[in-house]
């Protein structure tokens, strides 16, 4: 699996972008992110970058913290925002998905 600028934390992230939080069970909301990450047992790739400022790169680091897979990893793509990081990290972000696809 790789996950790219994605968040363990979805009212975090609400907060962050101080966006209006709807009246909602939000602890609720908090617990069943965190149990859908821990029971993804499968191979994983985060990829974050640097400097995102939609989603937080403590979000990248919560989330390889919380997977529940033995095989993970976390690439942080330096001066990379969250929609050029595929364009600033060009080299070093398609090396390490051909890596791990290229791995079991």
């Not at 790169?57 to 919560?62: K, V, W």
Request: aromatic share 6%.
């Amino acid at each position: 699996m790789i996950i790219e600028s994605g968040f363990i934390n979805p009212v975090r992230v609400v907060k962050h972008l101080d966006l209006p939080l709807q009246e909602t069970n939000l602890e609720r909301l908090e617990q069943e992110c965190l149990h859908k990450v821990s029971s993804i047992k499968v191979r994983a790739l985060v990829i974050h970058g640097e400097y995102d400022t939609l989603v937080p790169l403590q979000e990248a680091r919560d989330m390889l913290a919380q997977l529940g897979a033995e095989s993970k990893k976390l690439l942080i793509i330096p001066h990379a925002d969250h929609n050029n990081i595929m364009f600033v990290g060009f080299e070093q972000y398609f090396e390490e998905i051909q890596k791990f696809t290229k791995t079991k």
